[in-house]
């Protein structure tokens, strides 16, 4: 079973480098089953190791904040960029082509839930995931850090 996982993880960090590749050099614009919606690239420090972890993910815009889901495709466990920024909030996030620091934090439950209603109007799949999860997905809020 754990070399199952072990070849789960390999390829889905494949498929993202993949992906953060075709983002890099073609200005933010991927295809794919990522072509035509907003993405990101997140760069946390690893919680153990310290080393930098890029995540692609899709993201909607809340005011000036980025907000991003941490439903790790209906895994019962939180994702590590997550984890990551529980450990430490401050990252980095490419959008388009420009590159800037952010803060992460979980929202708190009240914004959790308006900002779950939002963005469900828009991406209803999160439903799904959340349930395949068995348990609530935590919304984050990027607020990029004053230069």
Same mark, same amino acid.
């Given at each position: ?16 480098q993949?992906?953060?590749?075709? @983002?890099?050099s073609? +200005? $933010?614009?991927v295809?794919? %089953?990522?072509?035509g919606?907003? =993405? #990101?690239?997140?760069?946390? !420090? ?22 991003? @889901?941490?439903?790790? +495709? $209906?895994?019962?466990?939180? %994702?590590?960029?997550?984890?990551? =920024? #529980?450990?430490?909030?401050? !990252?980095?996030?490419?959008v388009?082509?420009?590159?800037y ?30 349930k ?16």
């Amino acid at each position: 079973m754990a070399v199952e996982r072990d070849e789960s993880v390999s390829e889905r960090l494949q498929q993202n480098q993949l992906v953060i590749d075709e @983002f890099r050099s073609a +200005g $933010g614009v991927v295809g794919g %089953p990522f072509e035509g919606m907003p =993405l #990101l690239l997140l760069t946390t !420090a690893g919680a153990r190791s310290g080393q930098p972890r890029t995540t692609p993910m899709v993201y909607f815009r809340d005011g000036t904040r980025l907000v991003v @889901f941490a439903a790790n +495709g $209906g895994s019962k466990s939180n %994702p590590g960029w997550y984890h990551n =920024l #529980l450990t430490n909030p401050v !990252a980095q996030v490419e959008v388009g082509t420009e590159a800037y620091q952010v803060t992460g934090a979980e929202t708190g439950s009240a914004e959790r839930e308006r900002l779950w209603a939002q963005r469900l109007t828009e991406a209803p799949q999160l439903a799904g995931l959340q349930k395949q999860a068995g348990r609530p997905i935590p919304v984050v809020a990027l607020t990029r850090v004053d230069r």
